[in-house]
């Protein structure tokens, strides 16, 4: 279903910019879903293409969210810690890190999602199929249920 023997360079052009759409996340997913849409009859490779990176969009965009609610709990933890300390001590509480240790992680996650969806989309770009680790195997067989 997915290999097909030629890639026509618009199917390697709309494949491509439905992963690179990883670089701004609420709009990504709207090309995503728009590539789906208009290309669902002309191209399986498209259409594998475009549902791998709207789903992994998704994953990016909940995966901050819960970085981001980890971010919240750190920073109130970091206030009770500083308001449980002595004033006596001159040195930072140990919580006072946590939320810079959150925010740092939730950087380096995102950082990682938007690279590995570039060198999706460069894939994509030079006529490559390209599958998510985890992800492009349960697109496809989901792909294979639905013919």
């Known amino acids: 279903m997915i290999d097909q023997p030629v890639?026509?360079?618009n199917d390697r052009t709309m494949a491509g910019l439905a992963h690179l759409g990883v670089i701004i996340p609420f709009w990504g997913m709207i090309a995503a879903i728009v590539i789906w849409v208009t290309h669902k009859d002309k191209s399986n490779f498209i259409v594998f293409q475009a549902i791998q990176a709207l789903i992994y969009q998704v994953l990016l965009i909940l995966v901050t969210m819960l970085g981001m609610g980890c971010y919240m709990i750190s920073f109130f933890g970091m206030v009770l810690t500083i308001s449980s300390s002595t004033s006596e001590s001159s040195a930072f509480p140990a919580g006072f890190f946590l939320p810079f240790a959150a925010m740092g992680?939730?950087?380096?996650?995102?950082?990682?999602?938007?690279?590995?969806?570039?060198?999706?989309?460069?894939?994509?770009?030079?006529?490559?199929?390209?599958?998510?680790?985890?992800?492009?195997?349960?697109v496809e067989k989901y792909l294979n249920k639905g013919s």
């Not at 590995?116 to 998510?132: D, E, L, Q, S």
């Open 7 to 9: 890639i026509s360079q």
């Open 105 to 138: 992680g939730i950087f380096i996650i995102d950082l990682a999602f938007i690279i590995y969806g570039i060198v999706a989309a460069v894939m994509n770009f030079t006529g490559k199929n390209f599958r998510y680790i985890l992800l492009g195997g349960w």
